[in-house]
């Protein structure tokens, strides 16, 4: 098999960051969105699992499709198609449009969360692909960090819609740097017919695929909760203003950074699934301290300043051990489907996708206006992450990678 040439990380960065650029950069937005389309704060939420339920099936057709034509001109075609869907939510005055919108823009940027996936499994192996993974998880806190900032000044500069035509601008200067810049990884020489549920057999007979699965869909489920419930916890219910909200966002993305360096640092005498699962515990101890702060807030009452401190310590924490644990059960997750490589990756992250949205929209039902349900609900899906963990090791289901 030839090897394909390597691309550089910084623009597998860019290309993997476009879906949580257009995720983070739209949050600071969504108390206002409610209020412009007439919309309950409830449906608002669920224009997020709309756009994870799109991400899921862009990720089930781009990656099968990248193996017979080869990742770039998939990259280019989904970033034609999300261009789409950015103009349709600029133009939405209906929370329906918007949906249906999110839905086509999804659709199309899950082809830098799949095909990014699938590019570095084409181009690294062995320890390097989990330090790969590992550097672009840290790298990729810039984009919680960047994007809330972005979004929350052109919320209160021009209006939320106008956060769109900055997603249509950054998509475009990502198409001409991946056309000039990009070498296709999947080589003609390489490609092979594979059937896709030849692999869907194999992938839902394997238990440890399936439980690396749902440990990403519990941290990054997580995140995007956070992103879909903290907006209004922290500006409807503590007075903080958009702008402000996306300034939180540095110090918590600088927390998911060091999770990634430190992950990779780990690595040089731990195994991916150690490292991971001490993720996981951090996960834990994060949501418990944020659970149990919340719960004394309702019998001691503390000012707004304080529980802002106390969500966003929480929130900090938790995404240094989901950077931890993510990063790594999705590099150990397909080592053994080298050879099916992109196809596997699509049928991964639809899974793992699937299973975030179905998060996100249990967040959506449960929220009351309250701060309770979010803590609560974050210690649920911590208990479960390393539950699923826990299963893994007394079934022997470890890797050593």
Not at 55 to 79: E, H, M, N, Q, Y
Not at 157 to 162: H, M, Y
Not at 286 to 291: D, L, P, Q, T, Y
Request: net charge positive; with cysteine.
């Amino acid at each position: 098999m030839k090897q394909a040439l390597v691309p550089a990380v910084w623009l597998l960065v860019l290309l993997a960051g476009l879906g949580m650029f257009t995720e983070t950069v739209y949050t600071p937005s969504l108390p206002e969105i409610a209020r412009s389309l007439n919309a309950s704060e409830s449906m608002v939420e669920y224009t997020l699992t709309i756009y994870l339920l799109g991400f899921a099936l862009g990720t089930f057709f781009w990656g099968k499709l990248s193996d017979r034509v080869g990742r770039k001109p998939c990259i280019l075609g989904g970033l034609l198609i999300y261009i789409i869907g950015c103009v349709g939510c600029y133009f939405s005055n209906s929370i329906e449009m918007l949906m249906v919108s999110r839905l086509i823009q999804a659709f199309g940027g899950s082809i830098g969360s799949v095909l990014g996936q699938a590019i570095c499994r084409d181009s690294f192996q062995g320890p390097a692909l989990g330090k790969a993974y590992s550097l672009i998880g840290a790298s990729l806190s810039a984009f919680p960090a960047i994007g809330p900032v972005i979004g929350g000044f052109i919320a209160e500069s021009f209006g939320w819609s106008s956060i769109f035509l900055v997603l249509i601008c950054f998509a475009l200067f990502l198409t001409i740097i991946i056309s000039l810049r990009l070498p296709e990884t999947h080589l003609k020489e390489n490609r092979k017919p594979v059937g896709i549920w030849e692999v869907a057999s194999k992938l839902l007979r394997d238990k440890k695929v399936l439980s690396f699965g749902l440990i990403v869909a519990v941290g990054a489920g997580q995140g995007f909760t956070y992103f879909a419930e903290g907006p209004f916890c922290l500006i409807s219910l503590l007075g903080m203003t958009p702008s402000e909200y996306g300034l939180t966002f540095i110090g918590i993305s600088a927390f998911s950074f060091a999770g990634g360096l430190f992950s990779k640092k780990l690595q040089d005498r731990l195994s991916s699934f150690t490292v991971m699962s001490y993720g996981l515990r951090i996960i834990f101890v994060g949501s418990a301290v944020f659970c149990g702060f919340i719960l004394l807030s309702l019998q001691v009452p503390m000012p707004n300043s304080w529980l802002i401190g106390i969500v966003l310590g929480s929130q900090a924490i938790i995404s240094f051990g989901a950077c931890m644990s993510t990063s790594n059960a999705m590099a150990s997750a397909l080592v053994d489907y080298k050879w099916c490589i992109g196809t596997a990756s699509s049928l991964f992250g639809f899974f793992y996708y699937i299973i975030v949205s179905l998060i996100t929209y249990g967040m959506g039902h449960l929220h009351n206006g309250t701060l309770l349900p979010m803590p609560l609900y974050f210690l649920f899906l911590s208990i479960l992450g390393m539950g699923i963990q826990k299963t893994m090791v007394s079934n022997g289901k470890t890797t050593n990678q």
